[in-house]
């Protein structure tokens, strides 16, 4: 099956910072989502983006289909910003999205 | 437009007993997914349903746990015999279509005592 891998696992930030979350996979797809686990666990929608740039206020995201990357952007962080973001992507033989690990955010006041 | 709704949010099991989860996809999907995560991991798929039809089982385990999403009410989670391994977070998402946008519901954790 493809292969979802995130970098970094683990990041802190102060407040005000900027980042960049990286999704690297390992076959072409048809469907790619960008998630937000906040603390109390709760999977928050941020991006559907098989292909091309979408943003939506301080956050945006790029996927580069044909070299098999994807990108978050997360600007001016705030703490609410904390938590776990997944990429999950489904390629067009497989009928359901496969996460990668996560990058665990913590920004710090 | 309500999202996905999962119920209970907390449910606790001793050994030996079964938990019932439950999933009502958003209006108008008709595509619904299972997902387990245990703690400190990502999500793991479990089963993939459409309306009377199950469409990929091949993340579910092959005994105690089966799945069902009937024409009418919600799909149906179904754990036998619970044991400690299966405690966990257990997510459930929908979709309009096979390739669309999923959204997922705020998940069942299960505490198996």
């Known amino acids: 099956g493809i292969q979802v891998e995130q970098s970094p696992p683990d990041l802190i930030l102060q407040e005000g910072a900027n980042s960049t979350l990286r999704c690297n996979f390992s076959?072409?797809?048809?469907?790619l989502q960008w998630f937000h686990q906040n603390p109390w666990g709760q999977l928050i929608n941020l991006f559907y983006?098989?292909?091309g740039t979408k943003q939506n206020g301080r956050l945006s995201a790029t996927t580069v289909a044909t070299e098999r990357y994807s990108l978050l952007y997360i600007s001016s962080s705030q703490t609410t910003d904390s938590g776990v973001y997944f990429c999950?992507?489904?390629?067009?033989?497989?009928?359901?999205?496969?996460f990668g690990k996560g990058t665990m955010l913590l920004v710090s006041p | 437009n309500a999202g996905v709704m999962q119920n209970p949010r907390h449910l606790v099991r001793r050994r030996g007993q079964e938990a019932r989860l439950r999933c009502s996809p958003m209006?108008?999907?008709?595509?619904v997914y299972w997902y387990r995560q245990l703690p400190e991991e990502g999500l793991k798929f479990m089963v993939y349903?459409?309306?009377?039809?199950?469409?990929?089982e091949s993340g579910m385990p092959k005994e105690r746990f089966s799945a069902e999403f009937p024409k009418e009410g919600p799909s149906i989670l179904r754990i036998q015999q619970v044991v400690r391994g299966d405690s966990a977070a257990y997510f459930c998402?929908?979709?309009?279509?096979?390739?669309?946008?999923?959204?997922f519901g705020q998940g069942t954790r299960l505490t198996v005592v």
């Open positions: 998402a929908s979709s309009p279509t096979g390739d669309g946008e999923a959204f």
């Open positions: 076959d072409s797809v048809n469907n």
């Open positions: 983006i098989p292909s």
């Open positions: 999950a992507v489904k390629d067009s033989g497989y009928s359901t999205l496969t």
């Open positions: 209006k108008g999907h008709s595509h």
């Open positions: 349903l459409q309306k009377e039809n199950i469409i990929d």
